[in-house]
């Protein structure tokens, strides 16, 4: 398979190049300054206005707090989140290529499927998250247009009164909307993104269930492709099969492999949007608590809650698609014609099924299993927030 990874990602990528955020081969210091320049203006500047006003505010009013702590908790999930793809960039999109060597390569029509099939889904949920984010980031950006009143999406500190003239007004509502808009349709991309290099290290471990359980069938075949296209006519099925478990055990490591750089690169991205998940969805269901009819300032609130819980759940399930299948491992060549085959491929079977003993897995912040139990434990904690904050209200 060929650029497998542009062909799974290419809205994906597309849009990070545009945002400094996917470096070029060899980027130049102007590149970094404007990669840096970017982050600053999309992703901290708002977030930063938001608290001076939290602190410098002399009358807080309790439930424009709880209106605004929702948006600054993403933003500050944000800001993290980010912050790798731009301190090393290069490593992230090493990573995000890495499925594209010849280690990961395959040949055989039911592999190839696999491989579509996978770059189909990765595919269809770029395109709805895109629009998702679109529709999510977009109600909370122009949900002040349905006010009576001069306002922003979130209360901001300005160095002056932005709402006595209306020029003035638009200008910082630019501002104030366009960047966290455009931070929602970045996330809306490295979501999918991320999500999906877990669903082909799946795919990879598929292929790998198929070629242990299929080693003699797979093993006849490559003598009757060798008899057909050599001069080799002297080579054994126990030599094939011999090879073909080498290939399976170096196979074996590269997934590993790869899931150990795939952790190591955006596991402080996976912690923010988990930590930040908890915080929104706990203070969007409190907001929502307190209105007492059903209008678009319910609808944005909603929409935006659900979009939440989707994007937490979206990881968390594709996280445990990958542990569940490496798990599978050992099942696959149990469930094999192994009593069939000479001692040194037994030896050899029992070498990976020794290994597949330790699923694969990948961790949030080195603290937690990327999993469905995960999602159950971001639901309970953000209850039990939501519980505290009720109490003290």
């Not at 122009?142 to 200008?171: G, M, Q, Y």
């Not at 991309?189 to 877990?198: E, S």
Request: with cysteine; net charge neutral.
């Amino acid at each position: 398979m060929v650029n497998i990874i542009k062909r799974s990602f290419a809205l994906n990528l597309f849009i990070l190049e545009r945002f400094y955020l996917c470096p070029p081969k060899k980027p130049t210091l102007s590149y970094k300054l404007q990669s840096y320049v970017a982050y600053m203006l999309i992703i901290v500047i708002v977030p930063v206005f938001s608290i001076l006003h939290l602190l410098l505010a002399e009358d807080l009013d309790i439930d424009r707090v709880n209106y605004n702590a929702g948006f600054l908790a993403q933003a500050i999930c944000f800001i993290t989140k980010f912050l790798p793809f731009i301190l090393d960039g290069q490593r992230m999109k090493n990573c995000i290529f890495y499925l594209e060597s010849a280690a990961f390569a395959t040949s055989r029509d039911n592999q190839t499927g696999i491989i579509n099939e996978c770059i189909r889904i990765c595919r269809r949920n770029s395109l709805v998250f895109f629009a998702g984010s679109i529709g999510a980031a977009g109600s909370w950006s122009t949900k002040p247009l349905l006010w009576r009143r001069r306002d922003f999406p979130v209360d901001v500190w300005l160095p002056l009164d932005a709402k006595e003239n209306v020029f003035v007004f638009s200008f910082f509502y630019l501002i104030v909307g366009i960047g966290p808009f455009i931070a929602g349709v970045i996330t809306a991309v490295v979501d999918p993104l991320i999500a999906g290099l877990t669903y082909h290290a799946t795919s990879q471990m598929k292929i790998l269930k198929d070629n242990l359980q299929k080693l003699a069938d797979y093993a006849e075949e490559d003598i009757l492709q060798a008899h057909k296209s050599s001069f080799i006519k002297n080579v054994t099925k126990e030599e094939v099969m011999v090879e073909s478990v080498r290939k399976c055990v170096a196979h074996h490591e590269e997934i590993l492999n790869f899931v150990k750089e795939f952790e190591d690169c955006f596991s402080l991205v996976l912690f923010s949007q988990m930590a930040g998940a908890i915080f929104v969805i706990c203070f969007s269901c409190l907001q929502l608590s307190k209105l007492n009819t059903i209008d678009s300032y319910f609808g944005q609130f909603a929409m935006y809650l659900i979009f939440v819980l989707f994007e937490v759940y979206f990881y968390c399930y594709y996280g445990s698609a990958l542990s569940d299948e490496s798990e599978s491992l050992r099942d696959a060549i149990y469930m094999g014609p192994w009593y069939t085959y000479d001692i040194r491929t037994q030896r050899s079977l029992l070498t990976i099924m020794e290994r597949a003993k330790i699923p694969v897995t990948v961790t949030v912040g080195k603290l937690v299993d990327l999993s469905l139990a995960t999602f159950t434990i971001i639901l309970q904690r953000s209850y039990s927030l939501i519980a505290v904050m009720k109490n003290y209200q």
